[in-house]
């Protein structure tokens, strides 16, 4: 089992930057895909980033703004945003995948899921 849980939401004007952690306990993490993806009101969840060992991946809409990265030896994920949009308002969820192999866009091949941080970015 792996228990997850997310913070560092909040309310930012646009342009701003916010970092999400999600810190993990039960089961060493390095291993896993460990991603980001989030739910706006009205909409169907959506991935917005993955790290898989010492590679990462981007939603398009996320590219050169957000950066994921994690710690080990804190077994904690991160999420660093910067140029914030009012259409990046979500809530946002960290997922860990203990698959073997895993399409690390797709929300269903995710095992483990946060509670969720509420992002709300102001025009």
């Known amino acids: 089992q792996v228990q997850l849980v997310e913070a560092g939401g909040g309310l930012v004007q646009a342009g701003g930057s916010l970092r999400l952690s999600c810190a993990a306990a039960?089961?060493?993490?390095?291993?896993?895909?460990m991603g980001w993806f989030r739910q706006a009101p009205g909409k169907e969840r959506e991935f917005v980033a993955t790290?898989?060992?010492?590679?990462?991946y981007y939603a398009g809409s996320v590219k050169g703004r957000f950066t994921i990265s994690g710690d080990n030896a804190k077994n904690t994920l991160y999420l660093q945003m910067n140029r914030l949009q009012p259409e990046d308002t979500a809530v946002y969820y960290c997922?860990?995948?203990?698959?073997?192999?895993?399409?690390?866009?797709?929300?269903?091949?995710?095992?483990?899921w946060g509670q969720g941080t509420q992002l709300t970015v102001s025009s």
């Open positions: 790290i898989i060992g010492g590679s990462t």
């Open positions: 039960g089961r060493t993490c390095s291993k896993y895909a």
């Open positions: 997922a860990a995948s203990t698959r073997a192999r895993v399409s690390y866009y797709r929300g269903s091949d995710y095992d483990y």
